[in-house]
Nanobody, 115 residues
Framework: QVQLVESGGGLVQAGGSLRLSCAAS????????MRWYRQAPGKQRELVATITSSGNTNYVDSVKGRFTISRGNAKNTVYLQMNSLKVDDTAVYSC?????????WGQGTQVTISS
């Protein structure tokens, strides 16, 4: 069993920054990809950023140039650095790990951007 715990959410003003963390524990094997999703009220869940086991990254167009996904040195932690935040970035952000044993989710962390 793999557990993912997100942290780092909060309330910031537009233009500010936040760094989200996703720590994995339990039966950790090499992951194929780790992803950050977000879901705003009344909207579908959206894939925000992906990092593969080889370090390749991908972003949804709306966050390119503002968000950066990265792995920690221990490789069981993934970060999402979010800069130049906008009101439209307000959502619950969730971490997803894709491994050979399955797909695992964290509980999510609320990010609220005020104007």
């Amino acid at each position: 069993q793999v557990q993912l715990v997100e942290s780092g959410g909060g309330l910031v003003q537009a233009g500010g920054s936040l760094r989200l963390s996703c720590a994995a524990s339990g039966s950790i094997f090499s992951f194929n990809a780790m992803r950050w999703y977000r879901q705003a009220p009344g909207k579908q869940r959206e894939l925000v950023a992906t990092i593969t086991s080889s370090g390749n990254t991908n972003y949804v167009d709306s966050v390119k140039g503002r968000f950066t996904i990265s792995r920690g040195n221990a490789k069981n932690t993934v970060y999402l650095q979010m800069n130049s935040l906008k009101v439209d970035d307000t959502a619950v952000y969730s971490c997803n790990a894709v491994m050979a044993t399955g797909s695992y989710w964290g509980q999510g962390t609320q990010v609220t951007i005020s104007s």
